[in-house]
């Protein structure tokens, strides 16, 4: 059973900084490409970042260039969005998910397979 479970959300202040782990279990996800995903009340969920589980190059949307780092750490099978210079826009829930598309790097939600429950980010100004 795939599982994809999200921890490090928080509550933190403007211009701080927090890092998400997503941790994935079930399957072997080299081939796979990894994203995050943010969700703000009454508002779609959106693309944030992406990787290749085992590639190099990486993605971003625009809102968080340049502040955002996706990353990844196999042996802990295990993939990280640091998050610097936080602004209260980015409040939002953020969500871990993998597609087993073959080649290229998905950015849109229906491109994803599975996905995690969830972590609650909150950036108070």
């Known amino acids: 059973q795939v599982q994809l479970v999200e921890s490090g959300g928080g509550l933190v202040q403007a211009g701080g900084s927090l890092r998400l782990s997503c941790t994935a279990s079930?399957?072997?996800?080299?081939?796979?490409?990894m994203g995050w995903f943010r969700q703000a009340p009454g508002k779609e969920r959106e693309f944030v970042a992406a990787?290749?589980?085992?590639?190099?190059?990486?993605y971003y949307a625009d809102s968080v260039k340049g502040r955002f780092t996706i990353s990844r750490d196999s042996a802990k099978s295990t993939v990280y969005l640091q998050m610097n210079s936080l602004k209260p826009e980015d409040t939002a829930v953020y969500y871990c998910?993998?597609?087993?598309?073959?080649?290229?790097?998905?950015?849109?939600?229906?491109?994803?397979?599975?996905w995690g429950q969830g972590t609650q980010v909150t950036v108070s100004s």
């Open positions: 079930g399957r072997t996800f080299s081939s796979y490409a």
């Open positions: 990787r290749r589980w085992s590639g190099l190059n990486t």
């Open positions: 998910a993998a597609s087993g598309l073959r080649v290229g790097v998905p950015m849109t939600q229906h491109e994803y397979d599975y």
